[in-house]
């Protein structure tokens, strides 16, 4: 079985910053992409950004020069660095991961249980 836990969330002003981090645990072979989704009240979830194991990288548009995503691969952890946070960044972040298990021939997705993210104007 895999995990995912996520840290980092919480309040910030306009303005600040915030990291996330998410770790991935289990027994586990491989990780092709890590990645972050975000869901806002009433709103489907959004990608925010992910990156392959090769380190190349995919922003949505609204956080390109403001998020940077990065991996440690040998932690298996991801992080989301978040600059000039705005209100409309308020939203829960979920973490995912493409995992090939230990003894599996292919790759799942997983999720973590999601970070609540608030900023205030």
């Known amino acids: 079985q895999v995990q995912l836990v996520e840290s980092g969330g919480g309040l910030v002003q306009a303005g600040g910053s915030l990291r996330l981090s998410c770790a991935a645990s289990?027994?586990?072979?491989?990780?092709?992409?890590m990645g972050w989704y975000r869901q806002a009240p009433g709103k489907r979830r959004d990608l925010v950004a992910h990156?392959?194991?090769?380190?190349?990288?995919n922003y949505a548009d609204s956080m390109k020069g403001r998020f940077t995503i990065s991996r440690n691969n040998a932690k298996n952890t991801v992080y989301l660095q978040m600059n000039s946070l705005k209100p409309e960044d308020t939203a829960v972040y979920y973490c995912y991961a493409g995992v090939r298990a230990v003894g599996g021939t292919r790759g799942y997705e997983y999720w973590g249980q999601g970070t609540q993210v608030t900023v205030s104007s």
């Open positions: 289990g027994s586990i072979f491989g990780i092709n992409v």
């Open positions: 990156i392959f194991n090769g380190g190349s990288t």
